[in-house]
């Protein structure tokens, strides 16, 4: 039988925190506080690590199972809240007073947060691309022995590229003539249309001069456009204004519009929680970001960091999941949005009705 102590390992855990203060004679107070808010973060780190790592084997198949989806969906829903979780936790170590701080920051040179292995591992395992990072060179703060750990614990697939998967493959986008972006093309183009009309209507009753807001519209369905051209796609790809697949594009806007099709719902929210994901992981750092600001100001951080101001970049162009986001921009009112063929709208029923 286990004993609760032991089940835990206590006598290691209660026993890790070492104050560099006090080994300098020195004993600061707070300095327990930073040592287990931070420890804590390592301990959740990796359960979101765990989590992440369940649902890239999930999606990152063949075929996945609808059961598999509401599984993914409920894996992420839980990193999500670990993370906000985090984000609160900065709450904590601010009952830490800058003065306070002062009285062993000395001591932790060179370490710093930004030595993480963990957070490494996660930034590569949920598919930051390398070209955005705001140092290029993160690789250097970290140890030998963690170069090679970080290497070996992010050698397949990003939560990115396990998504990608998972989207080129869904179905009910075609039946036989039909294709869900040709309809969904001709709807767009009838709405652009119909805006035109409109704003030249109201500008000769009152008055004005309708081409820049014409010249809008036209910009606005070169942008639609772009994402049903193959051509034009694989130049957003090569720009870098776009890195996900046509496919999983189309299919993210897919399930986008037909959200309330009972099949499409949970692959929907699944989708919506990777978005909240990419939210909560830019909130930490924008947290950790106000933290470290108020501790040391402008000063360069333990590790030879920028510190604050590194920090807020990170926060603002270390982000994974635009490509979904940005598709907001893309999505057309219910009103003219196309009706399924009555084959695959019975199709993502999940009961088909009996016919009398």
């Given amino acids: 039988m286990a004993y609760y102590s032991d089940y835990l390992a206590l006598d290691v855990l209660l026993n890790a925190q070492h104050p560099e203060s006090d080994k300098h004679g020195k004993p600061a107070h707070d300095e327990m506080l930073f040592i287990i808010t931070h420890q804590t973060f390592e301990l959740w780190f990796k359960q979101v690590l765990v989590e992440v790592g369940t649902v890239i084997t999930s999606l990152n198949r063949a075929y996945v199972p609808e059961t598999d989806i509401a599984l993914c969906l409920a894996r992420v829903q839980r990193v999500n809240r670990i993370m906000e979780h985090l ?24 370490a710093s ?13 949920l598919g930051i691309p390398e070209n955005v990072r705001v140092n290029k060179h993160y690789m250097d703060a970290l140890s030998e022995e963690h170069r090679t750990a970080l290497d070996d614990a992010t050698n ?13 493959q869904i179905p009910f986008m075609e039946s036989g003539k039909y294709a869900f972006w040709d309809a969904y093309k001709v709807a767009v183009l009838a709405m652009l ?8 209507t109201l500008a000769v009753a009152e008055g004005n001069d309708p081409t820049a807001a014409v010249v809008q519209i036209d910009a606005n369905e070169r942008g639609f456009l772009a994402l049903f051209e193959a051509e034009s796609y694989a130049e957003l790809l090569a720009s870098g204004a776009r890195r996900m697949s046509q496919r999983a594009t189309l299919a993210t806007l897919f399930i986008s519009t037909y959200r309330d099709k009972p099949l499409l719902h949970t692959p929907y929210r699944l989708l919506d929680a990777i978005i909240e994901l990419d939210k909560v992981v830019s909130l930490w ?4 970001t106000l933290m470290v600001s108020r501790m040391i100001g ?26 979904l986001t940005s598709l907001s921009s893309f999505l057309v009112p219910s009103h003219v949005t196309p009706e399924l063929p009555a084959e695959i709208a019975t199709r ?9």
């Fill in 87 to 110: 984000v609160n936790q900065f709450t904590l170590i601010e009952t830490m007073t800058p003065g306070d701080f002062m009285d062993f920051r000395a001591y932790l040179n060179p």
């Fill in 113 to 125: 947060g930004f030595q993480s292995i963990q957070w490494r591992i996660l930034e590569r395992t």
């Fill in 156 to 168: 397949g697939p990003t939560l990115f590229a396990a998504i990608q998967r998972w989207l080129e």
């Fill in 193 to 200: 249309e119909n805006d035109r009309t409109e704003v030249r």
């Fill in 285 to 288: 750092r924008f947290r950790h």
């Fill in 298 to 323: 402008m000063r360069v951080g333990t590790g030879g960091s920028s510190g604050h101001d590194y920090l807020m970049q990170t926060a603002m162009k270390q982000r994974v999941f635009d490509d």
């Fill in 348 to 356: 993502l029923q999940f009961v088909n009705e009996a016919k009398g």
